[in-house]
Structure formats: C-alpha cells, structure tokens
C-alpha cells in the first residue's frame, strides 16, 4: 500500500527554483508532515515540518529564507518550494508523516516521530 507519493524533483542550476508536492492518502490527511533530504554519503536530515492546521511551521537552518512548505488537505497535499537553490540541496528528498497533527514539542526534526514515508523525489542542482 503506496501512502505518500512525492513528484516535482528534477535537475536544476544553482539559483533555480523547484516544487515538490507529496499526495498523502485518508489514512495520514490530518497528521503533521514533514520534508527530509539525503544526500549521497550523508544522513538524512529534516528540511521542514508543518502541522495539520498550517500554525507550526519549521525550517532547517540551511534553508531558512529559501523553502517554503504548505499543504491543502482537502487535496491532501504538501508542497515544498524550494527557490535559490544551491548545489548543497542535491539530495533525494523524502515526504513524511507524522504521528499526530500538531508536531513533536520536541525541538528540531525526530525521525522517529515520522512512521510513514514516501519513496522519494531526486533533486539535483547543478553550479
């Protein structure tokens, strides 16, 4: 059973601009949704989470400025902009869903608190 599907990844040049969306099914529409990235011969690191009502909103430091997340729920969608890419950004980038709507207390990004995952959209930008 496919829960989260991510597209909107591609090859871009430094200072480009993508979008990535995530379709979530009925099963995770109300919970908190998060982006991750993985770079090759890195860890996979949180870049944004939102929770289900749009009020709790967070960046990595690194993208701070330059992404930004929403979600529609009717449509069950998340979406990340991401606008002045860097090289740095190239990861494959992972949609997740949380545990419930309003997003771990806890500071920064938990994979732990994410039980569902989508497969993966490559990103890549090129300088």
């Known amino acids: 059973q496919v829960e989260l599907v991510e597209s909107g990844g591609g090859s871009v040049q430094a200072g480009g601009s993508l979008r990535l969306s995530c379709v979530f099914t009925?099963?995770?529409?109300?919970?908190?949704m998060a982006w991750f990235r993985q770079a090759p011969g890195k860890e996979r690191e949180g870049v944004a989470q939102?929770?289900?009502?749009?009020?709790?909103?967070e960046y990595a430091d690194s993208v701070k400025g330059r992404f930004t997340t929403s979600r529609d729920n009717a449509k069950k969608t998340v979406y990340l902009q991401m606008n002045s890419l860097k090289a740095e950004d190239t990861a494959m980038y992972y949609c997740?869903?949380?545990?419930?709507?309003?997003?771990?207390?806890?500071?920064?990004?938990?994979?732990?608190?994410?039980?569902?995952w989508g497969q993966g959209t490559q990103v890549t930008v090129s300088s």
């Open positions: 997740a869903a949380g545990n419930g709507p309003l997003c771990s207390v806890r500071p920064g990004f938990h994979e732990d608190y994410f039980q569902k």
């Open positions: 009925h099963a995770v529409s109300t919970a908190c």
């Open positions: 939102i929770s289900s009502n749009s009020v709790r909103i």
